[in-house]
Nanobody, 119 residues
Framework: QVQLVESGGGLVQPGGSLRLSCEASGTILSIYIMDWYRQAPGKQREWVARITSGGSTDIADSVKGRFTISRDNAKNTVYLQLNSLKPEDTAVYYC?????????????WGQGTQVTVSS
């Protein structure tokens, strides 16, 4: 069994910062790609950022320069640093990971963490 658990969301004022975490646990052999997505009310889920096991990163244009993705391979954890937050960043943020276990390779999702940007 594999679980992804996000944390770090909350209510923050415009211009503020948050650091989201997503830890994978279970019988994991390797994790290649880890992504962050977000879904705002009434909108489709949107890809935000990606990091590979080698540390290569890619960030969506909509958040480039404000959000940073990183990971700790030893802890099977990916982070998303959110800076200069805007009200339009309000969404549920989800992590997704490409994980190989003893029996298969599959894509796993966390349950999401709410980020609300409001004064």
């Amino acid at each position: 069994q594999v679980q992804l658990v996000e944390s770090g969301g909350g209510l923050v004022q415009p211009g503020g910062s948050l650091r989201l975490s997503c830890e994978a646990s279970g019988t994991i052999l390797s994790i290649y790609i880890m992504d962050w997505y977000r879904q705002a009310p009434g909108k489709q889920r949107e890809w935000v950022a990606r990091i590979t096991s080698g540390g290569s990163t890619d960030i969506a244009d909509s958040v480039k320069g404000r959000f940073t993705i990183s990971r700790d391979n030893a802890k099977n954890t990916v982070y998303l640093q959110l800076n200069s937050l805007k009200p339009e960043d309000t969404a549920v943020y989800y992590c997704n990971a490409d994980i190989t276990t003893y029996t298969k390779r599959d894509s796993f999702w966390g349950q999401g963490t709410q980020v609300t940007v409001s004064s």
